[in-house]
């Protein structure tokens, strides 16, 4: 096992090298670089530019060395250093601009992945159980809807109503009131307030996925002759239903793991944007959209990094959930 | 309250006493000290009021009435590190500015100015006893630190500041003493001063000597080391992250750096906090008010940072932002806004619309192909195209029947508008466009569309940008009229930083779209872009415009005789000081302009709107909407206050 995680994360680093590598040319491939995207939008509101100029602002970036003189000086100080680089847009160092933001984003998604969980691992045993009941279809058109409604659509219609019928200030964490305020009884209930709408929003959408997963996975278990036996033996359905069938079920919850890493960060963008969460999903696309390479980069190599790492949980968890799966 | 304090009353008697000698600012004045920052001043971290102000501060008369000092004025950014909007709200302080209705000037910084006849020198009084944010004083010395160490610094200068030029020369500064300087320009040179109070073009009231000197290697020979403790390779990349003029963001995000404008961002500056910013009010401020009530009436601005404009739609239906005409003020969102005034307690104010049309159609007059260059090139080619436009059907359909068919011009009403520039070949006639193109391009091919001659379907691709929906709506409808006279026209949306790099600084399109430009007065003489071609927004002829500057340039195209003569005038109109025969130019550019018809539009642009909350006064009840002024910079922010 513990050769098995060593020689696992042997192989990350040619991998990684060549993550990094892709995620810098892929931010460079478009037309034009970050100047172009700010002259453009200065030029846009009104202010004179001097075509002059744009060579003067290409030394001063370090915009005019070639393509892999850039990706060397980043990835240098990424690795000598721990500095991801500078952020054109923001003047300010990368490794800031995402730490800061790491919190809300964290905390935000981790609580509508258990909101999910917490959601669909009961439907769906329920729906695996009672297949075909009125409960089932119930249950699943629910599901179905939440997975049908585009995020951001919900995440404005459920804005609308907290703007119509709670006279709530919309958008963001906290009220203004309390943004500045010390953190108080009052600032947590407000806190609770405004973060419901963006677990609900994220949460629905997850859910419909799992819970027809987990009804799929468990349908199958339950006609298995080793069921059947335990119900013979006069086990009481529960226990014969939580103890085997369903944590077989659940290998498909581990295993995307891997997946759920990245999307904590990236995976809830529009809604961020449109909720005003000051979350890491808006930065990124203001990055890309700005081609704010470093910012850019530094995130897509973050959220590489962040896969594989996952794959590598999923992996181990996997393992220690079914004895059956053996490393070799 | 029967007895006054001892404090109270010597106050007030001294205040009586020197009255006599006082200029009437300073009798109505007493001496009264923002409650925002009495405690400050009582701990002895701040010297009082009197002290602070410059010897003879700018009186500004409130629109309305004066009001008191206080409050927050809640406000909102859209989107990311996008700080370009704060010259609007707080950032407008050149030494001369625009007055409220944009039809000249006033002294603002500068206490006074002058030029000579032949407007080649300029002399500016600064105020004595003006000071930075930080109580240090604004001297001629800070200027000069801008001319030296920045503007003509070979290492630190990013060019720019066309303005200080005359024929590639640039002009001479002159310190007489403390508060007096000249500019001096090897020729004439008649929009300085207009174009020093244009939106962030005047550089000079932003550069604290005493501050950035310490970032510059001739100043300060240990620049280098403090660049590299921060991480940057040279001083000059500190420089230039301190001093800000790269760009907006990074002029806004130093909160460290000195100002003279109204607020300052104290407690972090704006993108360090991803929720919000907050500026409080500059105790060194240099106006006041007719009463003697130091300027600005808001202690704080409060910007919240949203990410979408929807969001901030809400808010403000909520009530939570008091002034608003950017993001969320479109047609489309008017009847929202509307339902909700009596619940977010706001009103509406009117913006007039600056920009010389909603958009213009621009062919390539400079197109490498030769047969398409000729036709494009042919007066009777754009007239039959501008025949074939239905526009009532494109206001109707696009701008909700706002507007009336217009080309890119002057607004009615305004002394310099020329009839024939606005409505020459407006009228939707077909059969006219069919007639004009019969005798330049009869042959058709098998699908009705016109032969060139060299026998190639005449096809024209219009390339745009495709954030600008509403040009993508106006195209979807003007095409098949195009198409119903014969022109093969099509439309090819793109990523901006692809627009930009094809048509901006591309020469291989056929065709493109744009809008901006001014309708009015000054405007229109320091933006004349579809009246002379003479900068890189002249989409229509970019070798042309390049010819203008640099007339050695390879890329440049030399014009013909009648450009070339309309470009001499655009000259010798920037080379006059007079105001009179600046507008006798400008009305004789806009004269040619008709006669040359570069490029055809769709309607002068409707009225827009912004939404204020009913407790605010002092706000205007109509502005312009630019950037140039920069809406509502000019209309004094400091004396907005809530009643």
Not at chain 1, 209 to 220: G, V
């Amino acid at each position: 096992m513990l050769n098995y995680v060593i020689k696992r994360l042997i192989y990350m680093i040619p991998t990684l090298i060549g993550m990094s590598i892709i995620a810098f040319t892929i931010i460079q491939l478009p037309p034009g670089d970050y100047l172009t995207s700010m002259l453009a939008s200065m030029a846009d509101s009104g202010a004179n530019i001097d075509p002059g100029q744009i060579q003067r602002y290409r030394e001063i970036y370090g915009l005019d060395a070639p393509m892999y003189e850039q990706y060397w000086k980043w990835i240098s100080g990424i690795l000598l250093r721990g500095d991801f680089g500078y952020s054109f847009e923001w003047n300010r160092p990368v490794g800031d601009l995402i730490w800061e933001r790491m919190g809300s984003t964290l905390g935000i998604s981790i609580a509508s992945l258990l909101f999910v969980w917490a959601v669909s691992l009961p439907i769906g045993i329920y729906s695996a159980m009672r297949r075909h009941s009125v409960g089932d279809y119930a249950f699943t058109f629910l599901g179905f809807i939440g997975l049908a409604v585009p995020n951001f659509i919900m995440a404005l219609v459920l804005m609308y109503f907290s703007y119509k019928y709670f006279g709530q200030s919309v958008g963001g964490l906290f009220s203004p009131e309390y943004a500045e305020a010390p953190w108080s009884w009052g600032k947590f209930v407000d806190l609770m307030a405004h973060l419901w709408i963006p677990i609900v929003v994220i949460g629905t959408n997850g859910t419909a996925a799992l819970i027809r997963i987990l009804r799929a996975n468990l349908t199958d278990e339950l006609n298995k002759p080793y069921v059947i036996t335990a119900k013979a033996k006069g086990l009481p359905e529960y226990r014969a239903v939580v103890k085997y069938p369903v944590r077989i079920a659940l290998n498909p919850f581990v295993s995307a793991i891997g997946w759920v890493l990245p999307e904590l960060i990236s995976g809830v963008t529009i809604t961020a944007i449109v909720l005003n969460l000051p979350t890491a999903g808006p930065l990124l696309l203001r990055a890309l959209i700005s081609q704010d390479m470093y910012l850019a980069g530094s995130f897509i190599l973050l959220m590489g990094v962040l896969t594989l790492v996952g794959m590598l949980v999923s992996d181990i968890l996997l393992a220690l959930l079914d004895p059956r799966i053996r490393f070799n | 309250m029967g007895s006054i304090s001892r404090r109270a009353f010597i106050v007030a008697s001294s205040a009586f006493a020197g009255a006599l000698a006082m200029p009437t600012w300073a009798r109505a004045q007493g001496t009264q000290e923002s409650a925002f920052l009495k405690s400050e001043v009582d701990a002895g971290n701040l010297p009082p009021v009197a002290e602070r102000l410059p010897a003879n501060p700018l009186v500004i008369t409130p629109f309305e009435r004066a009001g008191q000092q206080g409050g927050d004025w809640n406000h909102a950014l859209v989107g990311g590190g996008s700080l370009s909007m704060l010259v609007r709200y707080q950032g407008y302080e050149p030494l001369v500015r625009f007055n409220p209705d944009w039809s000249g000037l006033v002294d603002n910084v500068a206490e006074s100015w002058s030029v000579n006849p032949e407007a080649t020198e300029y002399t500016f009084t600064l105020r004595k006893g003006h000071k930075w944010s930080d109580g240090v004083p604004f001297t001629t010395a800070d200027v000069q630190f801008w001319y030296d160490a920045y503007f003509t610094d070979a290492e630190a200068t990013l060019g720019g500041n066309a303005w200080w030029s005359v024929n590639g020369e640039v002009a001479k500064l002159e310190v007489v003493d403390e508060q007096t300087f000249k500019v001096i320009f090897p020729a004439p040179n008649g929009f300085f001063v207009q174009q020093l109070a244009w939106a962030q073009q005047d550089q000079m009231t932003r550069t604290p000597k005493h501050y950035l000197e310490q970032f510059h290697i001739r100043y300060n020979p240990d620049a280098d080391a403090l660049a590299k403790e921060q991480g940057l390779e040279s001083w000059i990349a500190l420089f230039q992250r301190e001093i800000g003029m790269l760009d907006d963001n990074t002029f806004y995000q130093n909160g460290n750096r000195p100002t003279l404008n109204a607020w300052v961002f104290t407690d972090g500056a704006p993108g360090e906090n991803t929720e919000r910013a907050i500026a409080t009010r500059n105790p060194y401020y240099f106006k006041v008010d007719d009463q003697g009530t130091q300027l600005p009436y808001f202690d704080r601005v409060v910007y919240q940072m949203v990410a979408d404009p929807e969001v901030l739609l809400l808010k403000t239906l909520q009530g939570e932002i008091d002034i608003m005409d950017q993001y969320i003020c479109t047609p489309a969102n008017k009847p929202v806004l509307f339902d909700g005034q009596e619940t977010g307690n706001y009103g509406f104010y009117t913006l007039k619309e600056t920009a010389a049309n909603v958009m213009a159609f621009q062919l390539n007059l400079n197109h490498l192909d030769p047969v398409k260059n000729k036709l494009f090139n042919t007066m009777e080619f754009r007239q039959a195209m501008s025949h074939a436009v239905d526009r009532q059907a494109l206001i109707d359909a696009v701008f909700v029947g706002q507007g009336s068919p217009a080309q890119p011009s002057m607004r009615e009403g305004d002394p310099l508008y020329n009839e024939q520039l606005a409505k020459q070949f407006t009228e939707f006639d077909p059969a006219k466009a069919n007639e004009l193109l019969d005798a330049l391009i009869p042959n058709k091919d098998g699908e009705g569309y016109r032969q060139d001659e060299e026998g190639r379907r005449v096809s024209i691709i219009f390339e745009i940008d495709q954030t600008r929906t509403t040009f993508l709506d106006m195209f979807e409808l003007a095409i098949p009229m195009f198409q119903a006279i014969g022109i093969d026209a099509q439309m090819r949306t793109m990523d901006r930083s692809l627009w930009e790099e094809r048509v901006r600084r591309g020469r291989e399109y056929d065709a493109t779209a744009h809008q901006f430009g001014a309708n009015s007065g000054i405007a229109a003489m320091l933006d004349a872009r579809f009246y002379v071609p003479i900068n890189n927004n002249c989409f229509y002829a970019p070798g042309w415009a390049l010819y203008y500057t640099q007339p050695d340039n390879e890329a440049a195209v030399e014009p013909p005789e009648a450009v070339k003569a309309q470009q001499e005038l655009y000259r010798s109109l920037v080379g006059t000081a007079d105001p009179a025969k600046q507008n006798e130019l400008m009305a004789q550019v806009l004269q040619n302009a008709a006669d040359l018809f570069f490029t055809f539009g769709v309607s002068l642009p409707a009225d827009g709107y912004g939404v204020v909350k009913n407790d605010v006064v002092n706000l205007l009840d109509t502005m312009p909407n630019s950037f140039g002024w920069p809406t509502p910079g000019p209309a004094r922010p400091e004396q907005f206050f809530k009643a």
